[in-house]
């Protein structure tokens, strides 16, 4: 009889102890996936990021806009995770341009590209790339969706370190389907 008792109780502790390490693993679930995000506008370009990102500077003339994540900075202070909105003039088409692009990239040694090919952001045709560049300290992975205005295409790049970019990815995919273009 007591045997009995001792596996009862036993059994009652097991029960509640997975119970509140269920719900446990549950509310931590709910505020990661509650990151309060916000949207950031220059330039006529508009994209929502999470919160804790803050507007950066850019060492392209064509950007319009650029975003980073400042919990991801390198030795040197620059942010390793970025978004950045660029504009580019042309009288070419949208799959000309992206072509002689990567065309041209990878011909560079520092550069391996993964994927290129077609996308849709909001409802409308894009060219996708997925690349990583060797060229530094860190090997960095970009993914770059190219859009086409009247005359004008906008390219959005989302960087990260290559072993950060999955956990990243949520967020660029996020930002890249937020975009508005005034």
């Not at 119970?19 to 446990?24: A, G, Q």
């Not at 088409?93 to 072509?99: D, I, M, P, R």
């Not at 906008?154 to 996020?174: K, M």
């Amino acid at each position: 009889m007591k045997k009995w008792i001792v596996i009862v109780i036993l059994l009652v502790i097991v029960v509640l102890g997975a119970s509140f390490m269920f719900k446990s693993h549950n509310e931590t679930q709910q505020k990661e996936n509650t990151t309060e995000a916000y949207e950031i506008s220059e330039n006529g370009v508009a994209l929502t990021v999470p919160s804790t990102w803050v507007s950066a500077e850019s060492k392209s003339n064509m950007t319009l806009l650029a975003v980073a994540d400042p919990n991801s900075k390198d030795s040197s202070g620059f942010s390793n995770v970025n978004i950045n909105v660029e504009k580019k003039e042309t009288t070419n088409t949208l799959k000309n341009e992206f072509e002689s692009n990567y065309k041209s990239l990878s011909r560079n040694s520092d550069y391996e590209i993964e994927y290129l090919g077609n996308a849709t952001v909001q409802g409308n045709d894009a060219m996708e790339a997925a690349y990583l560049t060797t060229g530094g300290s860190v090997v960095k992975e970009h993914k770059a969706v190219w859009l086409q205005g009247d005359g004008v295409i906008y390219v959005i790049l989302c960087t990260s370190p290559q072993d950060q970019f999955d956990n990243y990815e949520p967020i660029f995919n996020y930002a890249i389907n937020s975009v508005k273009i005034n």
